[in-house]
């Protein structure tokens, strides 16, 4: 990477970048993928939709689906937002992306967290 560039965003690009791990997909194998997924997916035709489908619904009966469904989520969620973040911090710690007294997980977020967020979701 060229000079000036801050070492964060070094770490977090070679980390990204990393030849290390011979399991990592090779872009084109990537894009392979895609494509090939692509042309499993069938063309779109509008003859294709239930047209005796009713054209709306009662949002109040998906309303009360919802409400009932995430009865009891809210806390076990909270639960998994931090055990992710604690996974995602030793991520970046141990990538040196930040220092160990650096807080990233704050109501006023460095720039530079959601690129240190898709390394770590990346290297994943």
């Keep these: 990477m060229s000079e000036g560039v801050p070492p964060a965003l070094v770490a977090l690009h070679n980390t990204i970048h990393s030849t290390?791990?011979?399991d990592r997909p090779?872009?084109?194998e990537v894009t392979d993928d895609i494509e090939a997924e692509g042309?499993?997916?069938p063309d779109y035709v509008e003859e294709d939709e239930d047209t005796?489908?009713?054209s709306t619904f009662d949002i109040s009966k998906l309303q009360d689906f919802l409400l009932e469904a995430?009865?009891?989520v809210t806390e076990d969620?909270?639960?998994?937002y931090k055990?992710?973040?604690q996974r995602c911090l030793k991520f970046w710690k141990e990538n040196k992306l930040i220092k160990e007294t650096d807080k990233f997980f704050t109501t006023a977020p460095n720039a530079l967290v959601p690129l240190?967020?898709?390394a770590w979701i990346m290297s994943e």
């Design 20 to 22: 290390d791990d011979p």
């Design 26 to 28: 090779h872009m084109n």
């Design 39 to 41: 042309e499993t997916i």
């Design 52 to 54: 005796d489908a009713p």
């Design 70 to 72: 995430s009865k009891g």
């Design 77 to 80: 969620t909270d639960l998994q």
């Design 83 to 85: 055990r992710l973040m």
């Design 116 to 118: 240190c967020i898709c």
